[in-house]
């Protein structure tokens, strides 16, 4: 069925995703191969999903031991990779208990009902969560409503009532938007999806100052910045703060979908009966998030990506100076931007592909680099070589027509 893909999807799938066209069949590490034998070096990676690169044997081997073991069981019984999971997750972070869910929108969802009960019962009836404009949570309505891009979320009709926006960086909007109602307040600590923007230097802190301040609790939604992509195992240490509730998504499997919801003991205001999920926190995701985990925190993973990280930054400094179309980089770790001066990204990303590059125009004029954890020195020397070459052609073509 070569070749088909794209016609089945246009006939049977629902048209609600711009897709780069091509249909890739395999992966390796950092490469994926298309359905015609052509290879790509893959900088995109899920979605900053594949941590640990595709096809990586000893994922694949839990995986298929744990799918000829037990698969499901649901949450009305113990699951023991389930329990070794929550334990690894709080002994590696600053947050006390956990649950499991099946994605980043999911995994919000529950931290904003945990903030909801915990602001209902211990702040006087306090239900309003402050977040922050071209922040990202998530597409379920709940999400899209503490989604700060109104096109996320305006086509739904009514929305659910309670949040309140605010510039990311300013720390004085976000004082003045507190008031009695205010429970929490919801941030990235890089936004990812709203471009890979930086929040200025002490602004984290200054708002955990501030949450402790007013009592109200600190959400980092880390679906995208957790699990080593800034460089630490979790953004919040790149401020050095620690937060009350803590989301967790994207990076945790390796591909496979779980989300999870991290809290301190004393916002842990659950009782059986108040949240469920069917799926969430299953065998195979948590036998395989504890795989990706512990790669991670004795595998050596996280170091490797920590110098790789500061390998891509090196390689894109100077690019400005070096290209015309290019202002210049930003971002933590292994999750890069760079920034053009005029709206060729797409363009760049689509002549990138051509040339056997995957990278994804996160806005109009940026475009994002989230390789694998366990990309190679090599492999961002070449994707940096393609990347350049590729903005000094389209800029080239731009600025003759
Ligand atoms: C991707 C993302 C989400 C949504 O995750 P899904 O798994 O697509 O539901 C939420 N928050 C952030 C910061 C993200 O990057």
Redesign the pocket.
């Known amino acids: 069925m070569v070749g088909d893909t794209p016609a089945l999807e246009a006939r049977y799938h629902m048209q609600m995703f711009r897709r780069m066209p091509v249909t890739l069949v395999r992966g390796e590490g950092t490469r994926v191969w298309d359905d015609q034998g052509r290879s790509y070096l893959d900088f995109v990676a899920g ?2 999903a594949d941590s640990l690169g595709h096809a990586h044997p000893g994922l694949a081997e839990v995986i298929a031991q744990q799918a000829r073991t037990l698969l499901h069981v649901s949450n009305v019984f113990y699951s023991e990779p389930q329990a070794e999971l929550a334990r690894l997750l709080v002994e590696h972070s600053a947050l006390d208990q956990v649950f499991f869910v099946n ?6 969802e529950g931290a904003i009902k945990l903030a909801r009960k915990w602001g209902i019962n211990q702040r006087d009836g306090a239900y309003e969560i402050i977040a922050t404009n071209n922040g ?4 379920t309505l709940a ?1 899209v409503a503490a989604t700060g891009t109104p096109r996320y979320r305006e086509p739904f009709g009514p929305q659910l009532p309670g949040f309140v926006f605010v510039d990311y960086g300013d720390l004085e909007a976000l004082k003045q938007a507190t008031t009695d109602r205010t429970c929490a307040v919801l941030l ?1 600590t890089l936004q ?2 709203g471009g890979v923007n930086e929040p200025p230097e002490d602004y984290l802190r200054e708002v955990r100052a501030w949450c402790d301040e007013r009592g109200i609790l600190l959400m980092l ?5 957790g699990c080593g992509r800034t460089g630490p195992l979790w953004g919040y240490q790149v401020a050095g703060i620690e937060p009350d509730i803590m ?1 967790l ?2 990076g945790l499997g390796g591909g496979v979908p779980i ?1 999870a919801v991290l809290a301190k003991e004393h916002c842990c205001v659950f009782e059986p009966g108040d949240h469920g999920s069917t799926f969430g926190g299953n065998p195979l995701a948590t036998a395989a998030a504890l795989y990706v985990m512990r790669q991670l925190t004795e595998g050596g993973v996280l170091e490797s990506a920590q110098a790789r990280g500061e390998h891509l930054r090196q390689r894109l400094a100077g690019l400005e100076d070096r290209s015309p179309a290019v202002a210049g980089q930003r971002g933590q770790g292994l999750m890069r931007a760079v920034v053009l001066h005029h709206d060729i990204a797409a363009e760049v990303a689509s002549r990138a592909l051509q040339e056997g590059l995957i990278l994804n125009a996160v806005r109009p004029n940026a475009i994002r680099l989230i390789p694998p954890l366990t990309v190679t020195d090599g492999e961002i020397d070449q994707a940096t070589d393609i990347l350049e070459r590729v903005i000094a052609e389209v800029h080239a073509s731009s600025s003759a027509s």
Not at 221 to 225: F, G, L, P
């Open positions: 979605i900053a994605s980043g929108a999911e995994a919000n990202f949570h998530g597409r999400t990235e990812g999806e939604d880390e679906v995208q910045t989301t998504a994207k989300g």
